[in-house]
């Protein structure tokens, strides 16, 4: 124990005495595998700041709580929606910047601590080689028989499922319980994570699964399978970003003004929809990516802020749970 | 003639001291943990329901796993036939398979498209639904009616086999050798292995999630992943540790209490001659026992191959590097594990205080998200807690596999003490020499074995390294998880395909190595 | 050389209790029927058994010693071999328990197995070997021992009898050679007559001093009598 503190101790001190600086930025999981938006970000940003950035990946929510201000970070990227409210509560981040309105969001953005850098919305994904009439309306979806199966995410321990709950939540209101009792008998399973449930339903177990909208782009873009689709409501859907902050007590607080800019650059936003997956939040859609403007898209965008998610989530989550555990 | 048995003379504190540093590490998390935590913390309706449901299916899985091992175990006790030495080994192999892999599998076969309901739908029948409580059963019987097996079997093994010429020379049929010779043993093995499996599933998450069908299948493990990672409420997790610790814990002694001590013989694993068990309809009936479990257990496996392969050209390069950085921290925690098993189960093998075995159970029904998260807690202050994340996870990953390595090792520790306890005493062996010289070379093949079985479920385990993991330290669970999670489904079986040879791999090394050198 | 004083020993049911001495150089023969108690008396010598009462060696009180600090080399009925080691290592670790050797404890290794008749035996295990080599191969560890008491709780029972006293006559060579006081249990009172000079008799858990053997055995006690069925 005592020689790897020591270890720590000197690869900390060899990082202090590197002469370019170092920016750390802490990220999402999934953010610097090879095929995720991470090095391409690294190397875009590196060229324009004689520095050095550093991505640390992790559970970012419980990290930053754990850490505290004992944080190493000097940018934190990939803060959801959902999290925002505990994430400003923590008082670790500084104002970023930059100009809101510059943002191409479907909703308006006035928050002036966290940045979108992408965003997506909450969708059933089909395959229309196995089902020939989706659903044209969420209505039309509860609605369908009951032999449609598809699978959802938990709401309790997954991003994507919490901001079903809320989308029902949003589209029905007083009504949701009965929503869900007429989804329920559709309902396979339910999954701790989009990637079990995204796994289910490309091998062929369930006919429909709760995804985004960007999701076929996956599909038509890198596998030119062009079958899988997204159920577009005229009810609405509901609305996600991911965003990034800058950390107060950052010593590198230049470099971190640098990088926030750099996010809204014309170069990191055309990064994002192959790297990433998900919609720019600061381009206009003419400069999307070939294709990228073809893909389908709900006219209608539903979106509780933090307050409003606040109030109403805990009680959707226990609607969602009390129904289905009928 | 009494023969008395003479205590080895290993220190007589290096047990006690191992036992009670697993002890602490969990303690020491727990009280990190509640002391960030903000009070006081209420369980709401779906807590309760989560643990009645919790408690409900591991009581069933257990139920069902041990009921099926019987006859399996009772086969594979008393016939011979040809790679029956490999079929053990293979129907070993859901146990130290990644759940999320074993799942895959699992529904190639039984799921709604799988080939069971293919095959259903050939003569007009629905397909299968396994969603519900039925799949959370299914696949903790796929993954634990192995362990089960072999528990028993090892049990069954432990009959002289004497006592089976007696119940030849005098004729007794089937159901007289079974009440008088087979009974006892199984009444003194089946609780043992009960209880284990029945905490393995306490602890269960993933499985119960995927095949549950909904949030009735919520269990108290998942309520400590939602208050850890989703809404970061310390109080609740740790109160949740703890009644999980606490159900867990009852159990464990419940079983102990239950269980008389196991004999100091040591089953070898060879079939006995039988002369109960020579009708034709009793060896049809035990080849049909053999042969649903291999179908049962193999077909899976064989689908994640056979699905993995086409994967296996598309898998970026991160993923060997991260197989390579898994099969180090596997390395890693089996070490941890070896120098924590030999002591405590000699320790063990010679102490009359029953609780002493429930203490490495704890291991096992302590929430890894709640060891990981404590160790975060007490590490921070003094350094970055990312630095030590392989050796968390190593150090979890040990704790994990103990209570199992201790249930192998302490009846060759106890032959061990018989046999060569008066002669060590007599040469006045003691200490390191008495464990160089004789009691590892006289338990090498179950160490082997216990070793094997850490360094497989230790790289199958997705595990605390999530909370901690930088890009470059990413385990191969972990990676197969970014590749799930970024739509390459296929790269992602390739990936389960590498992780379930590499599991397979070490163990087999480790096994090997043991039964190379064993003597008889 | 032996001295026992107030031995008691109770286990469960049973119960023994003994005072005797015996002379440096006996070689005493201890016969009784099955279950009198023979090998928990010489278990409780060799400090495998807690006892109460005294028990000097030499001259010295070891009765609160550890089994390998009492002066003591003891043969049991089985189990006098690791049959993980060669038979060189298992004589060796008569010398070290370590088996880290110097090349002079080499040598008298080498020289204790030829002495017994295994010279060309040395690299071999105890499973290669026959019974009568194993008890060969176990009396070559009591001859590097040197300790001035042995103790034989029928070590070569499962032996046939020309070969069993063969091993007896062996025994009572490396006795001398080492000079060495022996204890040996036996059923056989030919064995007695054989390789001992002196008996003790144990019946029911009562221990008689040892007397001559020639005594005892043409004027045997009632006792005695019954159980050789004389």
Partial sequence: ?326 | MARHTQPIKTSTLTGPIAAGSVFFLILAALAAVASKAQWPVTFGVADWAALRFTVWQSFLSALVSVVFAIPVARALARRRFVGRGLLVTLLGAPFILPVIVAVMGLLVVFGRSGWVSQGLGLFGLPPLSIYGLNGVVLAHVFFNLPLATRLILQGWQAIPAEQFRLAGQLGLPPVVVFRTLEWPVLRQVVPGAFALIFVICLTSFAVALTLGGGPRATTIELAIYQAFRFEFDLGRAAMLSLLQLVVAGSAAVAALWMLPPIAAQMGRDRPVQRWDARGAGLRALDTMWIGLAATFLLVPLGAIAASGLAGLGQMPSQVWSAAWTSAWVAALSTVVLVALALPISMWLAQTRWGGAEALTLVGLAASPLMIGTGWFILINPFAAPTQFALIVTALVNAMMSLPFAVRILMPAMRQVIAEYGRLSASLGLSGLALWRIVVLPRVRAPLGFAAGLAAALSVGDLGVVALFADGDRATLPLQMYRLMGSYRTDAAAGAALLLLTLALGMFWACDAWGRRHAEG | MLKVEGLKISLGGFALQASFEVDAGQRVAVIGPSGAGKSTLLGAIGGYIPSEGRIDVGGKDVSNAAPDQRGIAMLFQDGNLFPHLTLAQNVGLGLRPSLRLTDGERARVSEALDQVGLAAFEARKPGDVSGGQQSRAALARVLVQGKPLLLLDEPFAALGPALRGEMLDLTSTVARDTGATVLMITHAPEDAERAADHVIFVDEGRVEPPQPVSEIMSNPPPALRAYLGR
């Avoid at chain 1, 177990?205 to 873009?221: C, G, I, Q, R």
């Avoid at chain 1, 159920?231 to 971190?256: N, R, S, W």
């Fill in chain 1, 1 to 326: 124990m005592k020689y790897l503190m020591t270890t720590a101790a000197v690869l900390a001190a060899s990082v202090a005495w590197a002469e370019t600086p170092v920016l750390t930025v802490y990220a999402g999981d999934y953010f610097t595998s090879e095929w995720g938006p991470g090095p391409k970000i690294e190397a875009g940003f590196e060229e324009i700041c004689e520095c050095d950035l550093e991505f640390s990946t992790g559970d970012l929510m419980p990290r930053l709580l754990l850490e505290g201000a004992r944080t190493k970070a000097d940018v934190v990227i990939g803060l959801t929606t959902d999290v925002t409210a505990k994430a400003r509560a923590t008082e670790l981040f500084a104002p970023h910047g930059q100009d809101n309105s510059a943002l191409t969001l479907p909703i308006v953005w006035d928050d002036e601590i966290f940045l979108p850098f992408n965003y997506g919305h909450t969708a059933f994904i089909y395959d229309e080689t196995r089902i020939e009439t989706p659903p044209a309306s969420f209505a039309d979806l509860l609605a369908m028989d009951d032999d449609i199966k598809i699978v959802i995410q938990d709401p309790r321990t997954s991003i994507s499922g919490l901001a079903l709950v809320l989308w029902v939540q949003a589209v029905y209101g007083d009504k949701a319980a009965d929503a869900w009792a007429q989804l329920s008998p559709k309902i396979l399973t339910v999954t701790k994570d989009w990637s079990a449930s995204y796994g289910l339903f490309t091998d062929g177990e369930a006919d429909m699964v709760l995804s985004y909208t960007t999701s076929p782009a996956y599909h038509m873009f890198a596998e030119e399978d062009f079958t899988k689709k997204a159920a577009i409501f005229p009810e609405g859907h509901y609305f996600m970003a991911e965003t990034v902050g800058k950390v107060a007590a950052t010593d590198q607080p230049e470099l971190a003004d640098a990088f926030m800019a750099y996010v809204m650059s014309t170069d990191f936003q055309t990064l994002i929809p192959t790297a990433n997956w998900s919609l720019p939040s600061a381009l206009p859609e003419d400069q999307w990516p070939e294709g990228w403007a073809q893909l389908p898209l709900p006219e209608k965008v539903l979106f509780y802020s933090e307050t409003e998610a606040a109030e109403v989530q805990a009680q959707a989550i226990e609607t969602w749970r009390a129904t289905l555990s009928q």
